[in-house]
C-alpha cells in the first residue's frame, strides 16, 4: 500500500513509488527516484527527517506529500 511520505512513521525505511508536483525536479535531483530505499530518521510538527543513502534532507510537509513510498 503506497502512502506518502509526510503518512511515513518513523524510524522506518520505504521505497519510493513515485514523486509529484511541483518540486518534481528538485527531488529526483536530490535522489527521491522511483525504486530508492528511503529511511525516515524523524517526524515533527510539519517536518519530516529523510535519509537518502549518506545524506539527509528535511522535507515540509507540503513537499513530502508528493513522494508516494511503501514501506520495506
Do not use: K, N, Q
Not at 47 to 53: E, K, S, T
Request: hydrophobic share 45%; with cysteine.
Amino acid at each position: 500500500m503506497a502512502l506518502s511520505l509526510a503518512e511515513a512513521d518513523a524510524p522506518h525505511e520505504y521505497v519510493v513509488e513515485s514523486v509529484d508536483g511541483s518540486a518534481i525536479r528538485e527531488l529526483l535531483a536530490l535522489g527521491f527516484v522511483p525504486g530508492t530505499r528511503v529511511r525516515v530518521v524523524r517526524r515533527s510538527r510539519g517536518h519530516v527527517l529523510v535519509a537518502v543513502g549518506d545524506a539527509r534532507y528535511s522535507l515540509g510537509d507540503e513537499v513530502a506529500r508528493s513522494v508516494r513510498v511503501r514501506r520495506c
